[in-house]
């Protein structure tokens, strides 16, 4: 059996995609097609010139259903679209009997996830999550750091990445299609928050605006005041992006160390180190909360 893994990949003309081509390329496998609602997908010419793309779901399912009965169909589907879109792309790809990697989130509700675990169980194979700051080497640290420790952190997370008036425009600007900048900007965050102090204990606080939400989380291990803002004016004259993480008073640096993230994801999902949907169901229960669904 050949040691070459063959993708395909949907939403490859969004904006993480080319993480994702990237990693597959580096790692020396192919992606053998593409689909899109847009067509604005040149870039596959750096990586895979050979790839069949698609701008028409049917066209694609029906290319990939084709190949499922080949003797050298897919290894795996990437789910690159859309958040509201997830869970029915990788139901897609369980269907078509192949794993899945999927973007953040996985899921937007707490009962999408509890659908997809019972299509895994269904179809026997097996969905990935991509929360690359896991790999982040300073996150890293930071968990070795605090393994031992007994007493109650105080941490404080200001995260701001501006983004214009197309933003809101955007499907990422819909509140039902993203869940909003707590969900689509803040779910690595808060997943790190609960990878590194465990549980949520009590949600004490949240403001939220469109492009801007904070509050108070008291967590297992730390009190965690937090702030998402995609807004332009919580920056000081310079700055282009603030990603501040303060543990006891010591700041974590995320400043750099993003290249190759999505690179070390593949390399621990094709080795078998996946994260699996039930290992982030208090994750999308917190983003849920956080955004004061009822």
Not at 46 to 53: L, S
Not at 136 to 152: A, D, G, N, P, V
Not at 166 to 183: A, F, H, Q, R, V
Not at 191 to 208: A, H, K, M, Q, T
Request: glycine share 8%; net charge neutral; charged share 25%.
């Amino acid at each position: 059996m050949s040691s070459v893994k063959r993708f395909a990949i949907m939403g490859v003309a969004g904006y993480v995609a080319p993480k994702h081509l990237q990693a597959i390329y580096d790692l020396g496998h192919l992606v053998v097609a593409a689909m899109d609602i847009n067509d604005s997908v040149g870039i596959l010419d750096r990586y895979f010139p050979d790839c069949k793309f698609f701008n028409e779901f049917e066209r694609f399912e029906r290319f990939l259903t084709k190949k499922a009965k080949e003797e050298r169909g897919i290894d795996y589907l990437t789910v690159c679209t859309p958040n509201y879109l997830h869970d029915a792309h990788c139901r897609f790809g369980l269907r078509l009997g192949v794993d899945v990697i999927c973007e953040k989130p996985l899921v937007l509700n707490p009962w999408n996830l509890e659908a997809l675990v019972d299509a895994e169980v269904s179809s026997g194979h097996k969905i990935a999550n991509i929360l690359q700051l896991r790999h982040h080497s300073e996150i890293l640290k930071l968990k070795e750091q605090i393994s031992t420790s007994t007493h109650r952190h105080q941490v404080s997370l200001n995260y701001i990445t501006p983004r214009g008036g197309w933003y809101d425009i955007s499907w990422k600007g819909s509140l039902p299609k993203s869940g909003g900048i707590t969900t689509n900007i803040g779910v690595h965050l808060f997943d790190l928050l609960l990878w590194l102090f465990g549980p949520v204990v009590e949600i004490v606080e949240v403001y939220s605006s469109p492009r801007t939400t904070k509050g108070i989380l008291k967590l297992e291990r730390a009190d965690v005041d937090w702030q998402l803002s995609i807004d332009f004016s919580k920056l000081k004259d310079g700055q282009k992006s603030l990603r501040s993480i303060i543990c006891d008073g010591i700041k974590v640096e995320l400043d750099s160390g993003f290249d190759d993230l999505h690179k070390t994801c593949y390399q621990h999902i094709l080795s078998g180190k996946l994260i699996r949907p039930e290992d982030i169901r208090p994750l999308i229960q917190l983003m849920y909360d956080l955004r004061g669904s009822k």
